[in-house]
């Protein structure tokens, strides 16, 4: 990812941060949780689903990730964006819980 993609993500995540924060103070905690237990329904589902996919699709590259090699720029891209939904899910779950 470029430099200025970076510069920008970061941007957006700490203006969104903020606007969140300063508008989320006035939503009591009550309201909050069913989105909480919703969004972590959904990023498990995520994750379940899309680990099962890179398994049965990519086994063989799934095979390369875990293998301990110096040379990891041999793994294709389509596997390193389908770990993406991956990560976040992870976050997601983690953050929730």
């Not at 957006?12 to 606007?19: F, H, K, N, P, T």
């Not at 924060?21 to 006035?26: L, N, S, V, W």
């Not at 009591?28 to 689903?49: N, Y």
């Not at 590259?61 to 891209?77: A, C, H, T």
Request: proline share 3%.
């Amino acid at each position: 990812m470029s430099k200025r993609i970076c510069t920008t993500l970061t941007i957006l995540v700490v203006v969104s941060l903020a606007v969140g924060a300063t508008t989320g103070r006035e939503i009591s905690i009550e309201r909050q949780e069913p989105l909480f237990e919703s969004l972590l329904g959904i990023a498990t589902i995520v994750f379940g689903i899309m680990g099962a996919w890179v398994a049965i699709v990519y086994p063989d590259s799934l095979k390369k990730v875990f293998e301990k090699r110096q040379n990891i720029s041999e793994l294709s891209n389509r596997v390193q964006r389908l770990f993406l939904p991956l990560r976040v899910s992870v976050i997601v779950v983690s953050i929730c819980c």
